[in-house]
Protein backbone atom coordinates (compact mmCIF):
# COMPACT_ATOMS: atom_id res chain seq x y z
CA UNK A 1 0.00 0.00 0.00
CA UNK A 2 1.20 3.40 -0.84
CA UNK A 3 0.24 6.63 0.32
CA UNK A 4 1.23 9.93 -1.87
CA UNK A 5 0.90 13.49 -0.73
CA UNK A 6 2.00 16.39 -2.70
CA UNK A 7 2.45 20.02 -1.48
CA UNK A 8 2.32 22.01 -4.58
CA UNK A 9 2.78 25.84 -2.72
CA UNK A 10 -0.50 26.02 -1.30
CA UNK A 11 -2.33 23.23 -0.56
CA UNK A 12 -1.95 19.54 -0.19
CA UNK A 13 -3.11 16.94 -2.91
CA UNK A 14 -2.99 13.15 -3.39
CA UNK A 15 -1.21 11.67 -6.20
CA UNK A 16 -0.69 7.85 -7.36
CA UNK A 17 2.38 5.82 -8.34
CA UNK A 18 2.05 6.06 -11.70
CA UNK A 19 2.10 9.97 -11.79
CA UNK A 20 5.26 10.08 -10.46
CA UNK A 21 7.19 12.03 -13.21
CA UNK A 22 4.50 14.74 -12.42
CA UNK A 23 4.69 15.68 -9.10
CA UNK A 24 8.71 14.65 -8.69
CA UNK A 25 9.78 18.81 -8.16
CA UNK A 26 6.81 19.10 -5.63
CA UNK A 27 7.35 18.40 -2.27
CA UNK A 28 5.81 15.22 -1.04
CA UNK A 29 5.68 12.36 1.40
CA UNK A 30 5.05 8.97 -0.08
CA UNK A 31 4.35 6.52 2.82
CA UNK A 32 4.79 2.86 2.40
CA UNK A 33 2.76 0.51 4.12
CA UNK A 34 4.25 -3.40 3.57
CA UNK A 35 5.48 -2.42 0.00
CA UNK A 36 6.48 -5.26 -2.80
CA UNK A 37 9.32 -5.44 -4.63
CA UNK A 38 7.63 -4.20 -7.13
CA UNK A 39 7.22 -1.13 -6.13
CA UNK A 40 10.63 -0.56 -4.09
CA UNK A 41 11.93 -1.10 -7.36
CA UNK A 42 9.95 2.11 -9.06
CA UNK A 43 10.75 4.37 -6.30
CA UNK A 44 14.34 3.09 -6.40
CA UNK A 45 14.65 3.90 -9.79
CA UNK A 46 13.05 6.93 -9.84
CA UNK A 47 15.38 8.70 -6.78
CA UNK A 48 18.20 6.57 -7.72
CA UNK A 49 18.60 4.71 -4.39
CA UNK A 50 21.48 2.49 -3.83
CA UNK A 51 20.41 -1.36 -3.75
CA UNK A 52 21.32 -1.39 -0.04
CA UNK A 53 18.34 1.10 0.94
CA UNK A 54 16.14 -0.82 -1.39
CA UNK A 55 17.16 -4.22 0.37
CA UNK A 56 16.51 -1.95 3.71
CA UNK A 57 13.15 -1.13 2.62
CA UNK A 58 11.74 -4.58 2.13
CA UNK A 59 13.25 -6.49 4.83
CA UNK A 60 12.42 -5.99 8.51
CA UNK A 61 14.42 -5.55 11.78
CA UNK A 62 17.39 -3.35 10.56
CA UNK A 63 19.42 -2.20 12.85
CA UNK A 64 18.98 1.33 14.10
CA UNK A 65 21.30 3.51 11.89
CA UNK A 66 21.40 7.17 9.87
CA UNK A 67 23.41 6.89 6.49
CA UNK A 68 24.23 9.82 3.81
CA UNK A 69 24.31 9.43 0.30
CA UNK A 70 24.50 11.99 -2.40
CA UNK A 71 21.10 12.83 -3.08
CA UNK A 72 19.79 11.60 0.39
CA UNK A 73 19.79 10.56 3.80
CA UNK A 74 18.29 7.25 5.14
CA UNK A 75 17.18 7.03 8.75
CA UNK A 76 16.20 3.92 10.33
CA UNK A 77 14.19 4.10 13.98
CA UNK A 78 12.36 1.87 15.84
CA UNK A 79 8.59 3.00 17.62
CA UNK A 80 6.44 0.80 19.89
CA UNK A 81 3.28 -0.94 20.21
CA UNK A 82 1.45 -2.27 23.21
CA UNK A 83 -1.37 -4.78 22.94
CA UNK A 84 -0.98 -8.13 23.99
CA UNK A 85 2.54 -7.29 24.61
CA UNK A 86 5.25 -4.82 24.07
CA UNK A 87 6.43 -5.07 19.72
CA UNK A 88 8.89 -2.86 18.66
CA UNK A 89 7.95 -1.19 15.06
CA UNK A 90 10.60 -0.30 12.53
CA UNK A 91 10.56 2.96 10.79
CA UNK A 92 12.56 3.69 7.65
CA UNK A 93 13.06 7.04 5.94
CA UNK A 94 14.50 8.31 3.26
CA UNK A 95 14.89 12.13 2.88
CA UNK A 96 15.94 14.30 -0.08
CA UNK A 97 15.71 17.37 -0.96
CA UNK A 98 12.26 18.04 -1.79
CA UNK A 99 10.76 14.42 -0.53
CA UNK A 100 10.29 12.18 2.55
CA UNK A 101 9.73 8.19 2.01
CA UNK A 102 8.49 6.18 5.00
CA UNK A 103 8.42 2.52 5.01
CA UNK A 104 6.70 0.43 7.88
CA UNK A 105 5.32 -2.96 8.04
CA UNK A 106 1.73 -2.11 9.97
CA UNK A 107 -0.36 1.02 9.45
CA UNK A 108 0.84 3.48 12.54
CA UNK A 109 -1.37 5.81 13.87
CA UNK A 110 0.22 8.76 14.41
CA UNK A 111 1.20 8.52 10.70
CA UNK A 112 -2.58 8.04 10.00
CA UNK A 113 -3.86 10.96 12.35
CA UNK A 114 -1.42 13.53 10.44
CA UNK A 115 -2.60 12.10 7.03
CA UNK A 116 -6.56 13.01 8.06
CA UNK A 117 -5.69 16.50 8.68
CA UNK A 118 -4.90 18.11 5.67
CA UNK A 119 -3.98 21.27 7.48
CA UNK A 120 -1.64 20.06 10.03
CA UNK A 121 0.25 17.45 7.22
CA UNK A 122 -0.05 21.70 4.81
CA UNK A 123 2.00 23.36 7.34
CA UNK A 124 4.37 20.45 8.41
CA UNK A 125 5.38 20.40 4.75
CA UNK A 126 5.30 23.92 4.43
CA UNK A 127 8.85 24.46 6.24
CA UNK A 128 10.43 21.87 4.74
CA UNK A 129 11.01 18.10 4.36
CA UNK A 130 13.14 17.74 7.28
CA UNK A 131 10.69 18.98 9.67
CA UNK A 132 7.93 16.37 8.35
CA UNK A 133 10.59 13.91 8.97
CA UNK A 134 11.07 15.60 12.69
CA UNK A 135 7.03 15.14 13.10
CA UNK A 136 7.00 11.32 12.23
CA UNK A 137 10.32 10.94 14.65
CA UNK A 138 9.08 12.93 17.34
CA UNK A 139 5.31 11.08 17.69
CA UNK A 140 6.77 7.57 17.38
CA UNK A 141 9.77 8.30 19.79
CA UNK A 142 6.71 9.80 22.03
CA UNK A 143 4.54 7.02 22.10
CA UNK A 144 7.39 5.09 24.39
CA UNK A 145 5.81 7.57 27.12
CA UNK A 146 2.54 5.53 27.55
CA UNK A 147 4.21 1.84 27.01
CA UNK A 148 6.60 2.49 29.90
CA UNK A 149 4.29 3.64 31.98
CA UNK A 150 1.87 1.05 31.40
CA UNK A 151 4.91 -1.83 32.37
CA UNK A 152 5.32 0.71 35.28
CA UNK A 153 1.78 0.64 36.57
CA UNK A 154 2.13 -3.09 35.90
CA UNK A 155 5.29 -4.01 38.14
CA UNK A 156 3.69 -2.14 41.53
CA UNK A 157 0.76 -4.76 41.83
CA UNK A 158 3.36 -7.93 41.14
CA UNK A 159 5.55 -6.64 43.78
CA UNK A 160 3.02 -6.26 45.92
CA UNK A 161 0.99 -9.87 45.61
CA UNK A 162 5.22 -11.46 45.16
CA UNK A 163 5.13 -10.97 48.68
CA UNK A 164 2.26 -11.85 49.78
CA UNK A 165 1.09 -14.65 48.03
CA UNK A 166 4.09 -15.73 45.45
CA UNK A 167 2.81 -18.13 43.10
CA UNK A 168 4.14 -19.41 39.87
CA UNK A 169 2.18 -17.25 37.57
CA UNK A 170 3.87 -14.23 38.94
CA UNK A 171 6.95 -15.37 38.29
CA UNK A 172 6.12 -15.22 34.67
CA UNK A 173 4.53 -12.08 34.61
CA UNK A 174 8.27 -10.85 36.27
CA UNK A 175 9.94 -12.85 33.26
CA UNK A 176 7.52 -11.51 30.49
CA UNK A 177 8.41 -8.05 31.52
CA UNK A 178 11.76 -8.68 32.35
CA UNK A 179 11.88 -9.74 28.49
CA UNK A 180 9.82 -7.03 27.10
CA UNK A 181 12.22 -4.18 28.76
CA UNK A 182 15.40 -6.37 27.35
CA UNK A 183 14.25 -6.59 23.97
CA UNK A 184 13.52 -2.65 24.04
CA UNK A 185 16.49 -1.76 25.59
CA UNK A 186 18.68 -2.92 22.63
CA UNK A 187 16.41 -0.35 20.65
CA UNK A 188 16.64 2.37 22.79
CA UNK A 189 20.24 2.76 23.49
CA UNK A 190 21.28 2.93 19.87
CA UNK A 191 18.37 4.92 18.88
CA UNK A 192 19.48 7.72 21.33
CA UNK A 193 22.68 7.96 20.26
CA UNK A 194 21.88 8.24 16.60
CA UNK A 195 19.18 10.82 17.26
CA UNK A 196 21.70 13.01 18.82
CA UNK A 197 23.76 12.13 15.85
CA UNK A 198 21.04 14.24 14.21
CA UNK A 199 21.06 16.66 16.98
CA UNK A 200 25.01 17.78 16.79
CA UNK A 201 26.18 16.62 13.72
CA UNK A 202 25.35 18.34 10.25
CA UNK A 203 23.66 16.38 7.64
CA UNK A 204 22.76 17.80 3.88
CA UNK A 205 19.24 17.09 4.30
CA UNK A 206 18.79 18.59 8.25
CA UNK A 207 18.74 22.26 8.14
CA UNK A 208 20.60 23.89 10.77
CA UNK A 209 16.55 25.71 11.39
CA UNK A 210 15.00 21.96 12.11
CA UNK A 211 18.17 21.12 14.47
CA UNK A 212 16.45 22.14 17.96
CA UNK A 213 13.55 20.25 17.12
CA UNK A 214 15.95 17.32 16.95
CA UNK A 215 17.60 18.36 19.98
CA UNK A 216 14.11 18.18 21.40
CA UNK A 217 13.81 14.69 19.87
CA UNK A 218 16.96 13.93 21.57
CA UNK A 219 15.74 14.84 24.70
CA UNK A 220 12.76 12.63 25.02
CA UNK A 221 15.07 9.40 23.48
CA UNK A 222 17.02 10.19 27.02
CA UNK A 223 13.94 10.19 29.00
CA UNK A 224 12.72 6.91 27.61
CA UNK A 225 15.93 5.34 28.57
CA UNK A 226 16.03 7.02 32.24
CA UNK A 227 12.98 5.55 32.46
CA UNK A 228 13.57 1.98 30.77
CA UNK A 229 16.52 1.67 33.42
CA UNK A 230 14.12 2.19 36.46
CA UNK A 231 11.67 -0.04 35.13
CA UNK A 232 14.69 -2.98 34.54
CA UNK A 233 15.68 -1.86 37.91
CA UNK A 234 11.94 -2.68 39.86
CA UNK A 235 11.37 -5.18 38.00
CA UNK A 236 14.99 -6.81 39.01
CA UNK A 237 13.41 -6.26 42.71
CA UNK A 238 10.61 -7.89 42.02
CA UNK A 239 12.19 -10.61 41.24
CA UNK A 240 13.91 -10.95 44.12
CA UNK A 241 11.62 -10.25 46.39
CA UNK A 242 9.40 -13.00 44.77
CA UNK A 243 12.39 -15.21 45.09
CA UNK A 244 12.75 -14.13 48.73
CA UNK A 245 9.33 -14.47 49.64
CA UNK A 246 9.28 -18.17 48.25
CA UNK A 247 12.34 -18.59 49.98
CA UNK A 248 10.73 -17.86 53.40
CA UNK A 249 7.73 -19.61 52.77
CA UNK A 250 10.04 -22.71 51.87
CA UNK A 251 11.90 -22.01 54.81
CA UNK A 252 8.02 -21.76 57.07
CA UNK A 253 7.51 -25.01 55.41
CA UNK A 254 10.84 -27.06 56.45
CA UNK A 255 10.63 -25.40 60.07
CA UNK A 256 6.80 -27.06 60.40
CA UNK A 257 7.95 -29.92 59.39
CA UNK A 258 11.31 -29.93 61.50
CA UNK A 259 9.38 -29.25 64.74
CA UNK A 260 6.75 -32.38 63.93
CA UNK A 261 9.57 -34.90 63.20
CA UNK A 262 11.52 -33.18 66.19
CA UNK A 263 8.31 -33.89 68.82
CA UNK A 264 7.79 -37.09 66.82
CA UNK A 265 11.13 -39.00 67.62
CA UNK A 266 10.53 -39.32 71.37
CA UNK A 267 7.03 -39.92 70.76
CA UNK A 268 7.89 -42.99 68.22
CA UNK A 269 11.55 -44.25 71.09
CA UNK A 270 8.49 -44.63 73.67
CA UNK A 271 5.99 -46.47 71.62
CA UNK A 272 8.63 -48.73 69.88
CA UNK A 273 9.94 -49.85 73.25
CA UNK A 274 6.26 -50.81 74.58
CA UNK A 275 5.71 -51.94 71.31
CA UNK A 276 7.94 -54.86 71.56
CA UNK A 277 7.13 -58.54 71.79
CA UNK A 278 8.78 -58.88 74.97
CA UNK A 279 7.04 -61.09 77.51
CA UNK A 280 8.06 -58.75 80.75
CA UNK A 281 8.29 -55.42 80.23
CA UNK A 282 7.74 -52.32 83.52
CA UNK A 283 4.54 -51.74 84.47
CA UNK A 284 2.35 -53.64 82.11
CA UNK A 285 0.68 -55.51 85.13
CA UNK A 286 -0.75 -51.96 86.11
CA UNK A 287 -4.50 -51.93 84.84
CA UNK A 288 -3.95 -47.89 83.77
CA UNK A 289 -0.25 -48.26 82.25
CA UNK A 290 -1.51 -47.19 78.39
CA UNK A 291 -2.90 -44.29 79.65
CA UNK A 292 -0.29 -43.30 82.01
CA UNK A 293 2.13 -43.55 78.82
CA UNK A 294 -0.03 -41.96 76.82
CA UNK A 295 -0.41 -38.74 79.28
CA UNK A 296 3.73 -38.79 79.33
CA UNK A 297 3.71 -38.42 75.51
CA UNK A 298 1.04 -35.83 75.61
CA UNK A 299 3.30 -34.03 78.33
CA UNK A 300 6.39 -34.26 76.84
CA UNK A 301 4.77 -32.87 73.18
CA UNK A 302 3.46 -29.98 75.50
CA UNK A 303 6.81 -29.25 76.98
CA UNK A 304 8.78 -29.38 73.49
CA UNK A 305 6.30 -26.82 72.32
CA UNK A 306 6.69 -24.27 75.13
CA UNK A 307 10.26 -24.46 74.52
CA UNK A 308 10.34 -23.93 71.17
CA UNK A 309 7.62 -20.35 71.83
CA UNK A 310 10.45 -19.83 74.38
CA UNK A 311 13.15 -20.23 71.80
CA UNK A 312 11.29 -18.14 69.02
CA UNK A 313 11.07 -20.77 66.37
CA UNK A 314 6.92 -21.12 66.58
CA UNK A 315 4.80 -18.73 67.34
CA UNK A 316 6.83 -15.86 67.19
CA UNK A 317 5.00 -13.16 65.31
CA UNK A 318 7.64 -13.21 62.30
CA UNK A 319 9.02 -15.15 59.17
CA UNK A 320 11.58 -17.63 59.25
Known amino acids: MIDIFIYDGTTIKKGKLKDLPGFKTNRHWIDLINPTKEEVDKLAEAYELHPLTAEDLLNVNTRVKIEDFPNY ?67 EIDNFFPVLQSIDDEIEP ?45 HRFISKKAMPYFHDVYDHAIRIADTLDANREAVANTFEMYMSAVSNNTNDVMKMLSMIATIALPLTVISGIYGTNFQELPGQEFPHSFWIMVSIMFLLSITMLYYFKKKGWIFSGRRA
Open 73 to 139: LVCVFYGITKNAGVELVEVDCVIGENFVISNHKDVLPSFEELKSVPDKLDHVMKKGTDFLFHRLLDH
Open 158 to 202: IENEALSNPRPELMRKILNLKRSLSQVKKITVPQREKIGNLAKEE
